[in-house]
């Protein structure tokens, strides 16, 4: 499976965990979502590192999809607030996100012998 289709798949199971632990606060039947989830999405995560991803690129991504889409869909599903601050932040993550894996794909450009 190509491993960013895994990494999203990733991405979608912690989110979906992160989620359903909001929701099991006033519905604990969620609690079994929260565990699929997250073991789902760490399992997926373990898989796109065995595929050869870098694991601060996979971490990064991973980490600031699931910060940036759990902030905007609790808004939707919660009603939790989305200040105009927070925007802000979550747009510095991807930001540093993108930095990082263009920094990691220049890195891989040059060769192993490059880095240090």
Request: hydrophobic share 60%; aromatic share 8%; charged share 10%.
């Amino acid at each position: 499976m190509n491993r960013w289709l895994l990494l999203a798949t990733a991405i979608v199971l912690e989110v979906a965990g992160t989620l359903a632990l909001r929701a099991a606060v006033d519905h604990p039947a969620w609690y079994a979502l929260v565990a699929v989830g997250y073991i789902g999405a760490f399992v997926a995560l373990a898989c796109v590192l065995r595929l050869g991803m870098g694991v601060g690129v996979a971490y990064g991504i991973w980490g600031a999809c699931g910060v940036a889409l759990t902030a905007v869909l609790a808004t939707v599903f919660f009603g939790e607030p989305l200040t105009a601050p927070m925007g802000l932040g979550i747009a510095l993550v991807i930001g540093g996100v993108l930095v990082v894996e263009l920094g990691s794909q220049a890195a891989h450009r040059r060769g192993p012998e490059a880095g240090a």
